[in-house]
T-cell receptor
Framework: QKEVEQNSGPLSVPEGAIASLNCTYS??????FFWYRQYSGKSPELIMF????GDKEDGRFTAQLNKASQYVSLLIRDSQPSDSATYLC??????????FGTGTKLQVIP | GAVVSQHPSWVICKSGTSVKIECRSL??????MFWYRQFPKQSLMLMAT?????????EQGVEKDKFLINHASLTLSTLTVTSAHPEDSSFYIC????????????????FGPGTRLTVL
């Protein structure tokens, strides 16, 4: 069974710091990796995707992928209180259904 | 782009009634849509995969006769909760894939805003 593991948190970081969110996956055939943000009571919104080893940067967000170690991470620079949310890692192989992790709750302390 | 809408955003109904939730892709065609359920403080749980023009594929433990899914067009999928009971109260979220985009290989899912169902 394909699994995606995340630490549930909460992960607390002070405003302005770097938040580091990690995710591991079990299926070596996974090809596409996504990070979603979900505010309480709202549906998930796509932040970033990555499918090549290495780093991908988009504004304050950097996704990192290491297929050999089967982990993907999300770095949030200059964290803001508005970044406080649950971050979901999602993994898929080809056009198969996406497997979501249980999410990490991030709290940015002003 | 890649906007998904859901209707209604919330619904309260009496036990035993049926509730229909619509999911629409507004600016793209979605051959595949997904239905999730999320209970408070829990993660997303995939209920079924809906393919346009064919029967939905349900996840293990999801009753296909209770949760009826119809995907009659490339922009609309509906979920009907039949004979709803209080334990069906949850946050129902649909998502859709935009295979036309090449940015994420066409695999990224875009979520609707969700429908909060309360069964009294």
């Amino acid at each position: 069974q394909k699994e995606v593991e995340q630490n549930s948190g909460p992960l607390s970081v002070p405003e302005g710091a770097i938040a580091s969110l990690n995710c591991t996956y079990s299926d070596r055939g996974s090809q596409s990796f996504f990070w979603y943000r979900q505010y309480s009571g709202k549906s998930p919104e796509l932040i970033m995707f990555i499918y090549s080893n290495g780093d991908k940067e988009d504004g304050r967000f950097t996704a990192q992928l290491n297929k050999a170690s089967q982990y993907v991470s999300l770095l949030i620079r200059d964290s803001q209180p508005s970044d406080s949310a649950t971050y979901l890692c999602a993994v898929t192989e080809g056009y198969q259904k996406v497997t979501f992790g249980t999410g990490t709750k991030l709290q940015v302390i002003p | 782009g890649a906007v998904v809408s859901q209707h209604p955003s919330w619904v309260i109904c009496k036990s035993g009634t049926s509730v229909k939730i619509e999911c629409r892709s507004l600016d793209f065609q979605a051959t595949t849509m997904f239905w999730y359920r999320q209970f408070p403080k829990q993660s997303l749980m995939l209920m079924a995969t809906s393919n346009e023009g064919s029967k939905a594929t349900y996840e293990q433990g999801v009753e296909k006769d209770k949760f009826l899914i119809n995907h009659a067009s490339l922009t609309l999928s509906t979920l009907t909760v039949t004979s709803a009971h209080p334990e069906d109260s949850s946050f129902y979220i649909c998502s859709a894939r935009d295979y036309a985009t090449t940015s994420g290989g066409g695999n990224e899912q875009f979520f609707g805003p969700g429908t909060r169902l309360t069964v009294l």
